[in-house]
């Protein structure tokens, strides 16, 4: 039976755990007219049931997706023969590829063609037999625990607070899941990088000027020992973002004041979606525009007026990543601009002030803090991109402030440095990881600050 399949009947089974819970908390009240001698409304006895009915099966579930597979390959390998099982742990990994492929049809190893064959026809049967018993296994605790439930049904049972605890713990453990992932991603880029500090001082990192992460030929060249300055990937980053602010930030205020004090409600309800839609555009398209019309477009124009304009400039990549953010800006600005109490606007004409005196004079500055903390939010999101800085900046580490030049980010770095088959024992490879904590901490602190603003704008209007 497929896993998609075996969802699908645990939920009709839930549904109709709900439905039979729900009609026996009126039977057990005595019918519809003494409804109110339940504790919770009919629903909540439902949902009793249908959780006790279907959160069993999706904890078997879980277990089985996160546990099944190694198990059913560890009774196949321990049935391999003996001078395949004792092999090194990489060339036994290999094996159980070769047994994976061959089972799904896709691929078969000449030099153990009996051996895999056998393997992978074992393999087959015992995840079919493995998901008839777990499908098994699901519909009897499925039926087991509502008919539990079912039978502790009373006008006296407290099931709202019953549902709602599990719904509350529920809560509490995906929290729990984001915070340790969080947690799980930081230790595991902070203990690289700790490696990588071991073999390069951190001052030379965070200090040093040249970026030169190659592997050398030559005694003498810079690269013999590698060259980890990371200066010149801090300045192409913070000149590109700045760039795109520099887009971003005027046209999507402007287009929030537009929308939000301007607009008519036919109009908005058309500008507004439309806007949007450029934040669901893919970033490799934003790349592509930028390599393949910006770009150019920026040469053209340098030559007319005697300028020499990169192909591969930050000003390109900075202006595409601004029309990016765009829809990020004016969306909190929106939104921080009709949370202004439209008191204030109404004493401002009171007063005798216009509508445009009363946005500059009272709506801007009561708005301002939420949206000085968009603006650092879309900081952060300029300084995390990395698809338009591979397409469009180049890879070239040059500690410049002049816009029409190439120059490189953190982020094109990082993926220069993992692209293809990396052992993570040299200094070259981790250094990804000290410039993905540097960028890990500098985008968490714009968070923090953002989040810090945005929150006494809250207490201030609340």
């Excluded at 040093?208 to 020992?225: E, F, I, M, Y």
């Excluded at 004493?347 to 005798?352: A, D, H, R």
Aim: with cysteine.
């Amino acid at each position: 039976m497929r896993l998609s399949t075996l969802l699908l009947i645990l939920t009709v089974m839930a549904i109709a755990a709900f439905m039979l819970g729900r009609r026996r908390s009126i039977q057990v009240a005595g019918g519809y007219g003494a409804i109110r001698t339940l504790h919770s409304l009919p629903k909540y006895y439902g949902y009793y049931v249908a959780i006790w009915c279907g959160v069993p099966g999706l904890l078997l579930f879980g277990l089985w997706l996160s546990f099944g597979d190694a198990l059913i390959m560890g009774r196949v390998v321990a049935s391999l023969p003996e001078q395949l099982r004792d092999l090194p742990d990489a060339q036994l990994s290999l094996v159980v590829n070769d047994i994976k492929n061959m089972a799904a049809g896709q691929f078969m190893n000449p030099q153990r063609g009996a051996e895999i064959a056998v393997a992978a026809d074992l393999y087959n049967s015992l995840r079919v037999s493995a998901r008839w018993i777990l499908s098994g296994l699901i519909v009897a605790l499925g039926l087991a625990g509502s008919g539990l439930a079912w039978t502790r049904l009373r006008p006296e049972l407290r099931a709202r607070n019953r549902v709602e605890g599990i719904v509350k713990l529920g809560l509490i453990l995906a929290s729990t899941v984001a915070i340790l992932t969080t947690i799980g991603i930081l230790l595991s880029v902070l203990f690289e990088a700790i490696r990588f500090f071991q073999k390069i001082p951190m001052t030379d990192f965070l200090f040093g000027l040249t970026w030169s992460p190659q592997t050398a030929l030559r005694a003498d060249q810079v690269g013999s020992s590698g060259s980890f300055g990371a200066i010149p990937l801090f300045t192409g980053t913070l000149l590109i973002s700045a760039i795109a602010m520099l887009v971003a930030m005027p046209l999507g205020l402007m287009t929030a004041i537009f929308l939000s004090e301007y607009a008519t409600p036919r109009v908005r309800a058309w500008v507004k979606p439309a806007l949007e839609i450029l934040a669901g555009v893919p970033t490799v398209v934003y790349g592509y525009f930028a390599a393949l019309t910006v770009g150019p477009l920026l040469g053209d124009l340098g030559a007319l007026l005697g300028l020499d304009v990169a192909s591969e400039s930050a000003l390109g990549a900075g202006l595409v990543m601004g029309i990016m953010i765009i829809p990020f800006v004016s969306s909190l600005s929106d939104d921080v601009i009709n949370a202004v109490p439209q008191a204030m606007r109404d004493g401002s004409y009171g007063l005798g002030a216009t509508q445009s005196e009363t946005i500059k004079h009272v709506v801007l500055p009561a708005a301002l803090p939420g949206i000085v903390g968009g603006a650092l939010l879309a900081v952060s999101r300029a300084i995390g991109e990395t698809m338009i800085v591979v397409m469009a900046a180049g890879l070239a580490a040059n500690l410049t402030a002049n816009p029409l030049e190439a120059v490189t980010t953190v982020t094109v770095q990082i993926v220069t440095l993992l692209v293809g088959d990396q052992e993570f024992d040299s200094a070259k490879t981790l250094a990804a990881f000290a410039l993905g904590l540097v960028l890990f901490i500098v985008t968490l602190l714009l968070n923090v600050v953002a989040l810090r603003v945005v929150r006494k704008y809250r207490e201030q209007y609340e």
